[in-house]
Nanobody, 123 residues
Framework: QVQLVESGGGLVQPGGSLRLSCAAS????????MGWYRQAPTKQRELVAS???????NYANSVKGRFTISSDNAKRMVDLQMNSLEPEDTAVYYC?????????????????WGQGTQVTISS
């Protein structure tokens, strides 16, 4: 079982910044990618940013130039630096990881989600 624990959400004024962190734990053999998704009330969950094990990043158009995703493969961590925050960024942010982990009977692919952290942008 691979577990993801997120931290760093909160309330900030428009134009402010927040940094989200996510740590993965478990019998992980390899992480292929980690990313951040968000879900606002009445909306579907959407990709915010992702990063592969090789460092290739992908961003939603709405956050390009404002958000930066980074990872530490050795620590199994991924961060999301969010700048110039807007009220439209208000949502629950979820960490996601995909890769391979070791079970008692061999290797298996996994996809795990964190519990979510609330980000609220309001004056």
């Amino acid at each position: 079982q691979v577990q993801l624990v997120e931290s760093g959400g909160g309330l900030v004024q428009p134009g402010g910044s927040l940094r989200l962190s996510c740590a993965a734990s478990g019998n992980i053999v390899r992480i292929n990618s980690m990313g951040w998704y968000r879900q606002a009330p009445t909306k579907q969950r959407e990709l915010v940013a992702s990063i592969t094990g090789g460092g290739t990043t992908n961003y939603a158009n709405s956050v390009k130039g404002r958000f930066t995703i980074s990872s530490d493969n050795a620590k199994r961590m991924v961060d999301l630096q969010m700048n110039s925050l807007e009220p439209e960024d208000t949502a629950v942010y979820y960490c996601n990881a995909e890769g391979v982990h070791r079970l008692f009977n061999g290797l298996q692919r996994f996809q795990s989600w964190g519990q979510g952290t609330q980000v609220t942008i309001s004056s």
